[in-house]
């Protein structure tokens, strides 16, 4: 087994943030959404031209042509999957990929086996494959996550934190001793997934503002999740390496984003996730440069 490279661009460039979209963040947008309209290439370059360096998701050909990097994904059940994914995400034009992985139901040994198995898939496709702290997988929690990485140090993650941050309602008994714990994982970020949440709900409004966002408690704890990610990324990344930040602010139908009653009584999504997007990368950005 080798560790999972981070994400390179072939340059010199000192380890660097990208930002990326993911495309889920457009799904079923209401026609309020400030988001770019159209389809097909006009719409990646309506993403390329509001700041974003890759997508994750959507139409590979057309995200290249578009001049954008493409990122994709997949889950993982069972040993020789990885290879399967690798594969595809190579034809796809994919610099790497993240993870949903098994179900957490497992028991070590099995869990184990398919890491190792993405390990190796991914060291034989010089493939990035990043497993993502996700619910109903084997990440599903913080303890669980740092006994995997030390059984296995050399896998890498997809942070999408807010499922551990609302799952495991972190602000009850102090953030800070469970992030301290969870610092092996934070060290081995080499993708993010943009989304905050708070206590009691894993995406929600963050203001219109970077000054109104920073005031709010919640978003000060996924800074400093994200500070972290940041810090170990560029602890361990060389030149040219770089790290991904996709938001991925996802639609009411699967019980994301929020709906409340509008002027008409009509459900409205609680903010704008484009808008919410483009104030992520500001966020996460600051984070970068203090890490």
Partial sequence: MSTI??????????PHLKPFLNMGTLNQLPASSSAPCGEGGELYAAIK???FEGVQGGDPRLVRDAGLIYAGGGRINA???????????HDQGAVGGTLHVMWGMEDDDEVDRVIGDILDASARHAMPLYVETHRATVTQD???TVKLVERLPDVRFNGDFSHWYTGLEMRYGGVEPKLDFAAPVLERVGFMHGRIGNAGCMQVDIGDSLEEATARLYVQHFMEMWTRACRGFKAHAGPGDYLPFAPELLQPEIFYAR?????DGQPREESDRWRQALLYLRIVQRCFDEA
Avoid: K, M
Avoid at 5 to 14: H, L, M, Q
Avoid at 79 to 89: M, N, P, Q, S
Avoid at 259 to 263: A, R
């Fill in 5 to 14: 490279p981070y994400v390179n661009d072939g340059s010199d460039r000192a």
């Fill in 142 to 144: 913080i303890w669980r």
């Fill in 49 to 51: 031209d509001a700041g």
């Fill in 259 to 263: 709906t409340f009653p509008g002027p």
């Fill in 79 to 89: 040993v020789g999957e990885a290879d399967e994914l690798c594969r595809l995400l």
